[in-house]
């Protein structure tokens, strides 16, 4: 079993739609996936209640059950654990990086955002586990995506090949209860999504 948290300690970043779309990026590649939901705002469990289907399972506990959660997850023979985090809690995104194999951070690609995600990758250092950000909501044919880039590579912050656009299929689906893959595969978000789950299982694998 791999975990992966997502984490940020702004709100806004992406955490929930990016937790939400890798889950079923691992249903639709046959694994047997969970979001484990320690956000109290349970965003993500309620986009899960609307779907109505098991796999990827959606469960919501407070930071203090998530390792007796993911040892039920193990016991039940899980592939993936996506573990969706709350903004402005570092002791509960604390928990959760100490229990993932990985962490992504989403970030918007503005100088704001960019200083807020210090703390974030404070915590990734504390717990000692391998954390890469991806920028969300990147407008097409801006400067600003190359410029975050190149920011974040003079700061040596690692990012992941692959930018999330900024399209109305991540909220749309969301509405429908579905992913982007199952609610556009012919759509951008569809390659976007494929390929930072790629990315994400190359990691997860290498990882000694
Ligand atoms: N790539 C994207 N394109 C369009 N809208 C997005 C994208 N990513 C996130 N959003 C929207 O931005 C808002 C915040 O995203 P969310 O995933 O809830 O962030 P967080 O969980 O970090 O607070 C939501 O309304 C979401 O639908
Ligand atoms: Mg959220």
């Given at each position: 079993m791999k975990t992966v948290a997502i984490l940020s300690?702004?709100?806004?970043?992406?955490k929930t739609t990016i937790a939400l779309n890798l889950s079923v990026a691992a249903s639709l590649n046959k694994k047997k996936s969970v979001i484990i939901d320690i956000?109290?705002?349970t965003s993500i469990t309620q986009w899960g209640d609307s779907r109505n289907?098991?796999?990827?399972t959606v469960i919501s506990v407070p930071a203090s059950r998530l390792s007796n959660t993911l040892n039920v997850c193990l016991n039940n023979k899980v592939d993936f654990v996506f573990i969706d985090t709350a903004p402005h809690a570092e002791q509960s995104s604390l928990m959760a990086a100490r229990q993932a194999d990985l962490i992504i951070i989403p970030c918007r690609p503005s100088v704001i955002d960019i200083r807020a995600i210090q703390s974030t990758i404070d915590i990734c250092k504390i717990a000692e586990v391998k954390y890469f950000i991806v920028l969300n909501q990147v407008l097409p044919r801006s400067n600003l995506t190359h410029d975050t880039l190149e920011a974040l590579k003079a700061l040596q912050i690692p990012t992941v090949p692959v930018n999330i656009g900024q399209r109305i299929s991540y909220i749309n689906s969301v509405t429908q209860g579905q992913g982007v893959m199952e609610f556009?595969?012919?759509?951008k978000s569809y390659q976007e999504i494929n390929n930072l789950y790629k990315f994400v299982v190359k990691q997860v694998k290498s990882k000694s």
């Open positions: 300690q702004k709100g806004g970043a992406g956000d109290p705002q289907k098991e796999n990827p556009d595969p012919r759509g």
